[in-house]
């Protein structure tokens, strides 16, 4: 196995050394294990915001924003302020959230603390998907261990954009959890300065807190530094959690993961971008590297369509998962999205009407930028580069002649139906 790649819960033995991975997941579920592998989180206090600009932590949850500006953002708001630590992980493909949770909920736990402290927060919220058991049980158990009854637990519905953090933010306050046009660091819960952090980026705040922004750096590249969890699924034999160092070659994590024969790659999840093979050689996974082929790293996934799977019916039950995920507020949401799930649906039957493909393109590119949240953002970009990357298939679609396997590789969970 690569010395920059750890799957787990096949990882060697922890270490925490210089360019050791697993980091995230070198530690223990327990209490006393955890103390044991990383000692105590160590005092924190607004000056860690200085350390985390030094390390480049950027957010996990998916649009890779700068950790120490939002720190920033909420520190210097007036009154009282609250932190929330993202866990709900709402994305169908990823996994990566709840392992971590379930693996090392102290380490997510340190983060919250630090956090809070790094912005005089008064309150601190955990929220987690309802209907895991896994996942609470590691929760509740690590703050039992923890004596710690400041800790609000929030179980959130099973939605996508529930973990959109304007939506979670109204599901706190007693709404039902649709995205709001406001802005959690200036109007968060209950009117307050929110700080809203993925449980990962948390994971990493409490790692660079006892161990600095240098020896941060010293795995990844120096624009994109640090380790990151991905999940890696589709057509591969060792689906799972991996830890690896930013920079790592894709094709390095195929070849772990047992990806035989790729014929295209989703990138960063449902709100991703799909990449055909032709396109994957040299590509690195760091910001940079992945932005120079239109795709970014999103939420940490990687997805795999292989020369016998139908790629165009997991496009067409894909974009029919994203309009029953809609909340309904929005018109580009609400009847935007159905007419690009019937458009794509209709080429997935064989409809030899070639108006479809039009259409999705031409109604891809009105959505985009519309509504209170980028849920029509995330289904354009999937199916655009859906579209393009599996063009030949489409043809055989339309000819009637697509002798491929429809084998669901792509899971669209039905949402939690509104309140």
């Given amino acids: 196995m690569s010395p920059t790649m750890t799957r787990w819960p096949e990882a060697a033995a922890p270490t925490t050394g210089p360019a050791g991975l697993p980091r995230l997941l070198a530690t223990r579920p327990d209490l006393a294990g955890h103390l044991a592998v990383l000692g105590p989180l160590p005092p924190v206090g607004p000056e860690i915001t200085v350390e985390v600009a030094r390390a480049g932590?950027?957010?996990?949850?998916?649009?890779?924003?700068p950790t120490h500006r939002k720190l920033e953002a909420v520190a210097t708001r007036r009154g009282p302020r609250v932190v929330v630590a993202n866990g709900t992980e709402g994305e169908p493909l990823s996994a990566k959230d709840k392992t971590l949770l379930v693996h090392a909920p102290h380490l997510v736990l340190d983060g919250l603390d630090a956090a809070a402290r790094?912005?005089?927060?008064?309150?601190?919220?955990?929220?987690?998907?309802r209907g895991d058991p896994a996942v609470y049980a590691a929760v509740r158990q690590a703050l039992a261990e923890r004596g710690d009854g400041g800790i609000e637990v929030v179980l959130t519905p099973h939605r996508y954009i529930t973990g959109q953090e304007a939506a979670l933010v109204d599901f706190i306050d007693g709404g039902p959890g649709r995205p709001t046009l406001k802005r959690p660091f200036e109007a968060g819960v209950g009117g307050r300065p929110?700080?809203?952090?993925?449980?990962?980026?948390?994971?990493?705040?409490?790692?660079?807190a006892?161990?600095?922004?240098?020896?941060?750096?010293?795995?990844?590249?120096?624009e994109h530094p640090g380790s990151a969890l991905i999940t890696v699924g589709g057509a591969v034999s060792r689906p799972g959690v991996y830890e690896i160092a930013h920079g790592t070659p894709l094709q390095d994590v195929l070849g772990l993961a047992g990806a035989a024969r790729p014929r295209g790659v989703l990138l960063g999840g449902y709100f991703g971008r799909w990449l055909p093979a032709g396109t994957l050689a040299g590509l690195t996974l760091d910001w940079r590297a992945l932005a120079s082929r239109g795709a970014s790293f999103g939420c940490g996934v990687i997805a795999v369509i292989d020369e016998d799977s139908c790629a165009?019916?997991?496009?067409?039950?894909?974009?029919?998962?994203?309009?029953r995920s809609s909340a309904g507020q929005c018109g580009a949401c609400t009847w935007g999205?159905?007419?690009?799930?019937?458009?794509?649906?209709?080429?997935?039957?064989?409809?030899?009407?070639?108006?479809?493909?039009?259409d999705i393109r031409r109604w891809t590119a009105m959505v985009k930028g519309r509504g209170a949240c980028r849920l029509p953002d995330?289904?354009?970009?999937?199916?655009?580069?859906?579209?393009?990357?599996?063009a030949e298939e489409i043809g055989e679609h339309q000819a009637g002649c697509?002798?491929?396997?429809?084998?669901?590789?792509?899971?669209?969970?039905?949402?939690?139906?509104?309140?």
């Fill in 57 to 65: 932590l950027l957010g996990r949850g998916g649009a890779g924003f």
């Fill in 118 to 129: 790094a912005v005089r927060a008064s309150q601190r919220i955990l929220c987690i998907e």
């Fill in 194 to 208: 929110t700080l809203v952090d993925n449980v990962e980026t948390l994971a990493h705040l409490a790692l660079i």
């Fill in 210 to 222: 006892r161990f600095g922004p240098d020896w941060y750096r010293q795995v990844g590249t120096a």
């Fill in 312 to 323: 165009i019916a997991e496009l067409a039950r894909v974009a029919t998962w994203y309009a």
């Fill in 337 to 358: 999205l159905r007419d690009l799930a019937a458009a794509t649906s209709a080429i997935d039957s064989g409809t030899p009407d070639r108006r479809a493909a039009a």
């Fill in 378 to 390: 995330g289904a354009a970009a999937f199916l655009e580069s859906g579209m393009e990357a599996f």
């Fill in 402 to 419: 697509c002798r491929r396997t429809d084998r669901h590789l792509l899971p669209t969970p039905a949402p939690e139906a509104w309140r």
